[in-house]
Nanobody, 120 residues
């Protein structure tokens, strides 16, 4: 069994920063990719950022230059640093990961989501 737990969501004003965390637990051998999605009210879920096991990152154009991914492989935890937040960043943010279990099985996991609200 694998579980992803996000934390760090909050209500902030435009221009402020937040750091989201995604902690994976369970019988984990390694995590290949850790991704962040978001879903705003009335909109489809969109991919925000991706970080692979070797630290390679990719960002949606809407967050490029403002959001930064990092990960602590030893702790099976990923982070999304969000700076210069805008009202358009308001959404539920979800962590998603491709996890290799101890038995060698590859499994995709999702977190429960954390709310980020940017409003003045």
């Amino acid at each position: 069994q694998v579980q992803l737990v996000e934390s760090g969501g909050a209500s902030v004003q435009p221009g402020e920063s937040l750091r989201l965390s995604c902690a994976a637990s369970g019988n984990i051998l390694s995590i290949y990719a850790m991704n962040w999605y978001r879903q705003a009210p009335g909109k489809q879920r969109e991919l925000v950022a991706v970080i692979t096991s070797d630290g390679s990152t990719n960002y949606a154009n809407s967050v490029k230059g403002r959001f930064t991914l990092s990960r602590d492989n030893a702790a099976n935890t990923g982070y999304l640093q969000m700076n210069s937040l805008k009202p358009d960043d308001t959404a539920v943010y979800y962590c998603n990961a491709d996890i290799i279990l101890g038995a060698g099985e590859l499994r995709e996991a999702w977190g429960q989501g954390t709310q980020v609200t940017v409003s003045s």
